[in-house]
Nanobody, 125 residues
Framework: QVQLVESGGGLAQAGGSLTLSCATSRLDFSSYFMGWFRQAPGKEREFVAVVFWAGDDTIYADYVKDRFTVSRNNAKNSVYLQMKSLKAEDTAIYYC??????????????????WGQGTQVIVSD
């Protein structure tokens, strides 16, 4: 079965950086848009970023734009999320996602075909 496994979460100070990784298996990786969602305590799961097939096109939520960078390595079937200038409000569980195009609404969780189990990111002030 398809697996998406995140790693790299942890504790960071505000203004700091973290890089998340997501390794996939049994997924036709290059056929999927790969991305990240997050869910903060008491809040709904929200879109963070997505990278298209070849990695040259990306879309970001406004609240992470210019701070986060999503990338993928199709040879390694992996996707990454580099997070800089972290804020306390970035504290959340971060989920790796795989979506088969076409996608009509990037923020719709129903558009996601596969989810990882999540990795916790905590940003302290």
């Amino acid at each position: 079965q398809v697996q998406l496994v995140e790693s790299g979460g942890g504790l960071a100070q505000a203004g700091g950086s973290l890089t998340l990784s997501c390794a996939t298996s049994r997924l036709d990786f290059s056929s999927y848009f790969m991305g990240w969602f997050r869910q903060a305590p008491g809040k709904e799961r929200e879109f963070v970023a997505v990278v298209f097939w070849a990695g040259d096109d990306t879309i970001y939520a406004d609240y992470v734009k210019d701070r986060f960078t999503v990338s993928r390595n199709n040879a390694k079937n992996s996707v990454y999320l580099q997070m800089k200038s972290l804020k306390a409000e970035d504290t959340a569980i971060y989920y790796c996602t795989a979506s088969r195009p076409p996608i009509t609404n990037w923020s719709d969780t129903n558009e996601i075909d596969y989810w990882g189990q999540g990795t916790q990111v905590i940003v302290s002030d």
